[in-house]
Each structure stands twice: as C-alpha cells, then as structure tokens.
C-alpha cells in the first residue's frame, strides 16, 4: 500500500528488486548483510618454499614466516591502503612479488632472525589485468 505522502506499508516486511534509495534508516541494523565494517584480519602461516598470495579483500594481514617466503596478491581497488605484520616464527628471509613497488626500486631486506617483527604497508596505485602495482613502504625489525 502507499499512501498520500508516498510511505510504502507492508504488513511481512519490504522487498525491493534494485536500488532503494532512502534519506535515513532507523533500527539496530544487525539485519543488515553485504555491508563490510572495520578492519578485516587475514592470518597465513608460511613455510619454507611457499608463496603466500594475499586476499586484498582484506585489510589487514598477518604472517608467520619460516625459511624462504614469497609474498603475493590478488584482488583489490585502487586506492585501497592494507598492512602485512610479518613475524619470523623461525629464520625466514621474505620476498616480494613484482606487484610490490618500493621507493628504492628494490625490495628491502627484511630481518632474518627468528622473532623479528616487520610492517609492511601498501596501497594499491592500480589493480587488473594490465598489472597489479602496489606502492609500499616498511618499517623493520620491531623485535
């Protein structure tokens, strides 16, 4: 039904085909679905000789990094900011993937020691088939 001022009354709820645009929405909203809010975690755990590939539908990532380690991606929009904590559960030296750009021109060296702790953070410059590019900083060895 609506009635003379354009409200829509529906005795079991509302279902909309498309876009309902509305000035304000009142309730709890825990009904909600397909809204994403806060920061997601994405943790990985990396042994020796594997290539961890970051979901970039995340924000933030966590890695627990052994022996030789690759760090990838896939996803993400441009202009999307995401941080990788890496912490050496053992001796691990960390690479980069091609995606990541760095000031320098060069991946940096990461710390080796079992316990080291580093941050990587990135924004993604452009996401796609023509070439992911992801301009990244680090700060090191938070041991």
């Known amino acids: 039904n609506v009635d003379s001022i354009g409200v829509i009354t529906a005795r079991d709820g509302l279902r909309v085909t498309g876009i309902a645009t509305a000035t304000a929405f009142h309730g ?15 943790a990985s755990v990396a042994t020796n000789g594997t290539t961890v590939v970051l979901d970039l539908s995340k924000d933030d990532h966590k890695i627990l990094a052994s022996g030789t380690v690759t760090i990838d991606v896939t996803g993400g929009t441009e ?3 995401h941080t990788i904590r890496i912490e050496n559960t053992a ?3 960390v690479g ?6 760095f000031p320098s021109g ?3 060296s990461l710390p080796t020691a079992s316990g080291a702790k580093s941050l990587v ?6 996401a796609g088939a023509a070439g992911t590019e992801l301009f990244t900083g680090v700060s090191i060895n938070f041991s």
């Open 121 to 126: 953070s990135f924004t993604v410059n452009k």
């Open 106 to 108: 060069a991946s940096p």
């Open 91 to 93: 001796a691990a030296t």
């Open 79 to 81: 202009a999307d900011s």
């Open 28 to 42: 709890d909203g825990s009904q909600l679905t397909g809204i994403s809010v806060g920061i997601a975690t994405e």
């Open 96 to 101: 980069f993937a091609t995606h990541f750009l």
